[in-house]
């Protein structure tokens, strides 16, 4: 399996996607960590944190295209773990 081992590089990539998707103004921080997922394969962890009132905002299609676009992006750049995304205020 393929991995990015720099989670500063995951972050970037996953704020970049979050804040074309969602607002610059909205996304304060991403951090990734790496952890299992449900059928035990090693994945990553990215909490995605808005800033205060923004979050409210995160809905429907900004929310899944958010998603979409970070998982594609992590697969282009060789990632293969999956991305277990979370949002935080």
């Keep these: ?6 989670l500063d ?3 970037a990539i996953a704020k970049q996607v979050a804040t074309a998707n969602l ?3 909205s996304v304060n921080s991403v951090n990734s960590s790496q952890t299992l997922d449900s059928m035990g394969r090693s ?4 909490v995605i944190t ?3 009132g923004s ?13 979409f ?14 991305p277990i995304v979370r949002w935080a205020e």
């Design 1 to 6: 399996m393929e991995t990015i081992e720099d």
């Design 9 to 11: 590089q995951i972050d």
């Design 23 to 25: 607002g610059s103004g």
């Design 43 to 46: 994945a990553l962890q990215i």
């Design 50 to 52: 808005f800033t205060p």
């Design 55 to 67: 979050l409210a905002r995160v809905t429907g299609p900004a929310s899944s295209s958010s998603i």
């Design 69 to 82: 676009e970070l998982n594609k992006k992590l697969l282009e750049m060789g990632e293969e773990r999956f």
